[in-house]
């Protein structure tokens, strides 16, 4: 890729995904991560999962710390916007004030919230951690959407039902946020 074939970015952008273990985060982070490459365009995915086993691998699953990781990811996301990288963050981020603290750190032009409105049947039945299962057999376990609540967003630029829409039409609907 050459200096000259790489599009002219203004203003780099975060795809914010949220959304239940199961529903599809990750999977569409890599796909919309290496549509973006294919276009040209630097983008680094934040993944709840790989950070923390690393970046926040001090942090809990308490209230608390999941509103840290939230703002931990979003202030990420804005240096990397900053430096002219799009953001894909994949993050459960259970809150309406954690998703809103996003918005405020990264600025509202530049983050638009994907919610993953996969159903919670759906993710158990997909639950590709086995957390749903573990959740069963374990009561204490805060597993998000059974056990921890989950605020689903009032108004999500992007509402995506993994179990309705194929990945290629759940990409169409992203491409539409491209400057």
Known sequence: MSVLSTPHIDTALTWWMTGLSGAGKSTLAQAWAQHLRQL???VCILDGDELRNGLSKDLGFSPEDREEQMRRVAEIAKILNQSG???IVALISPTLQGRNNARALIGTDNMREVYLSTPLEVCQQRDVKGLY???KQQPGLQLTGVRAPYQA????EFTIDTS?????QALAQLMTSLP
């Open 133 to 135: 299962q573990q959740a």
């Open 85 to 87: 990288i799009f953001c």
């Open 164 to 168: 309705v829409l194929t990945l290629e």
């Open 153 to 156: 967003p009032l108004h999500p």
């Open 40 to 42: 040209h365009y630097p």
